[in-house]
């Protein structure tokens, strides 16, 4: 799977936009990037995923650049209760990886009122 | 109405004994999934099933051994414990599909003295 890259800390205001970014510059061409979060003493939560073409769910919204070396999760008006680690993760879909989620340090945001 | 599940929450144990960590999920997923997060918050993948079928066996000492008795239920059972198996253990779920789309439970956190 390829590395992932993301800022250690970032700091967001409620009720503003966090925009989450990380680096995947060794992506393959079937590897998907997928967002977690874990919040304080809680298990890790799916967020959002994508492989080249833009992503919004009720959570998230995922920007992926056109050659797919970057990638931005953006929490569009962010609350006290999306303070947590945000994790960035590149993995093909299947093959011999199957279900196997490689988690880095991810970013941890602290969203302040 | 809890997805993932995992009993007990917190375990307290001494060194050399044997252990045991329950999980089940009721998402009607085929695939689950073992991870262990350290003290330094990596979280890593431990195991993983699909339909009762292991299909990753990461790096794991042998003292470590998932049994899955049925679809819903992937147990852990851990002999002669050892003080560097204090973590929080993670039990996850997901669709056969969508194998990096996992549901987590909340975790167990094992204290061996």
Redesign the interface.
């Given at each position: 799977d390829a590395k992932t890259t993301q800022p250690p800390s970032m700091d967001c205001a409620e009720g503003r936009a966090a925009n989450l970014p990380c680096n995947h510059s060794t992506i393959s061409g079937n590897e998907y990037v997928y967002w977690y979060r874990q919040i304080h003493s809680q298990g890790p939560q799916y967020i959002i995923h994508g492989l080249k073409n833009n992503e919004t769910n009720e959570m998230a919204s995922l920007i992926i650049t056109e050659d797919r070396k970057s990638s931005t999760l953006i929490l569009p008006h962010a609350t006290l209760r999306d303070t947590a680690v945000y994790y960035c993760i590149v993995s093909a879909a299947g093959g011999t990886s199957y279900g196997k989620l490689t988690f880095g340090q991810g970013t941890i945001l602290t969203v302040h009122p | 109405d809890t997805a993932?599940s995992q009993t007990p929450k917190y375990l307290v144990t001494q060194m050399g004994n044997d252990k045991s960590i329950k999980c089940e999920q009721n998402l009607g997923h085929d695939?689950m999934?073992w991870y262990k997060q350290d003290s330094k918050?990596?979280?890593?993948?431990m195991f993983?099933y699909?339909n009762k079928e292991l299909?990753?066996n990461?790096t794991v000492p042998n003292r470590f051994s998932p049994k899955s008795p049925d679809k819903a239920h992937l147990n852990l059972h851990i002999n002669s414990l050892e003080l560097g198996d204090s973590a929080v253990y993670?039990c996850?779920s997901?669709l056969p599909g969508a194998?990096?789309?996992?549901?987590?439970?909340?975790?167990t956190r094992l204290t061996v003295t």
């Open positions: - | 993932v695939t999934y918050k990596f979280l890593k993948i993983s699909n299909i990753i990461e993670f996850a997901s194998v990096h789309e996992q549901y987590f439970g909340p975790g």
